[in-house]
């Protein structure tokens, strides 16, 4: 079992469709149909009971649910304290253009960032558009607003 098992069994489990959990998970219906009988075949039971069009967890199904729950928050945490040390320990180079109304949003989102993450340093450039998209496709600007 990998994480994409866990994923697409808590979809499915959410979703309560094959259709629509692939379409969720940009996945096809028969990815989702293979990923879901060899997470079934690995427990050695079913997970989903099959109904028409509709689909419900099995009792072992409920067991499981809690721990892929567990597993992919554990992931997400982890994902984010990776982004959060990398983000906190570097300059973010923000391209601005000279728009009030993109000063006005950014100083009241800059205040949010700037409690969120204290030791980064910002850096605030104000250009023209095409300066900065330029900056940004170059690496020389993080994003551009």
């Known amino acids: 079992m990998d994480i994409r098992h866990a994923e697409v069994f808590l979809t499915l489990a959410r979703i309560r469709h094959f259709g ?4 969720i998970l940009n996945m ?13 075949d690995e427990f050695g039971t079913t997970l989903f009971k099959r109904c028409h069009r509709d689909v419900t967890l099995t009792p072992a199904g409920e067991a499981f649910l809690p ?45 949010i960032v700037a409690r ?16 900065i ?3 940004v496709q170059e690496g020389n600007i993080d994003f551009g607003i």
């Open 20 to 23: 629509r959990t692939a379409n």
């Open 28 to 40: 096809t219906q028969p990815n989702v149909s293979r990923l879901i009988h060899q997470l079934e």
């Open 67 to 111: 721990y892929a729950e567990a597993v992919l928050t554990q992931l997400q945490k982890g994902k984010e304290a990776v982004v959060n040390a990398s983000l906190t320990t570097r300059t973010i180079k923000i391209g601005i253009t000279r728009s009030p109304l993109v000063r006005h949003y950014l100083a009241q989102r800059m205040k």
């Open 116 to 131: 969120r993450f204290p030791q980064a340093t910002f850096v605030i450039k104000t250009d023209e558009t095409i300066p």
């Open 133 to 135: 998209h330029r900056g």
